[in-house]
Nanobody, 137 residues
Framework: VQLQASGGGLVHAGGSLRLSCATS????????IGWFRQTPGKEREGVACYSTADDTTYYTESAKGRFTISWEGRFTVAPGAENTIYQHMTSLKVEDSAVYYC????????????????????????WGQGTQVTVSS
């Protein structure tokens, strides 16, 4: 699985940004695809997640009402499929400043291995490169 994140940048507090994660290389099955963020000296924190099994989305408390995961059309998990998932971030705060990482974790809800929220970064299967988001006051 390949994940290519983009869209970070510098924005004033109260502004908006849209992060993109281009995905490819899936095999059959289902995935939890989402975003983590990390600041220096802190653990990587799950921000938002989307389950391809049932289209459910998950958000950390600080992101609820401000961040939204979206995708175009129907997210297809199959060999050769390419999809882009977005994270729309509004009403940004200085504390949202971080390196944001796109992630993908294999899930199998029918076997009891569904989305775990909040997620554990140590068990994530695939990572994209980070994109820096800086929110100025």
């Amino acid at each position: 699985v390949q994940l290519q994140a983009s869209g970070g940048g510098l924005v004033h507090a109260g502004g908006s940004l849209r992060l993109s994660c281009a995905t490819s290389g899936f095999t059959f099955g289902h995935y939890a695809i989402g975003w983590f963020r990390q600041t220096p000296g802190k653990e990587r924190e799950g921000v938002a997640c989307y389950s391809t099994a049932d289209d459910t989305t998950y958000y950390t408390e600080s992101a609820k009402g401000r961040f939204t995961i979206s995708w175009e059309g129907r997210f297809t998990v199959a060999p050769g499929a390419e999809n882009t998932i977005y994270q729309h971030m509004t009403s940004l705060k200085v504390e949202d400043s971080a390196v944001y990482y796109c992630s993908a974790e294999s899930i199998a809800p029918w076997l009891g291995y569904g989305v775990v929220w909040p997620p554990n970064a140590d068990v994530i299967d695939h990572w994209g490169q980070g994109t820096q988001v800086t929110v100025s006051s």
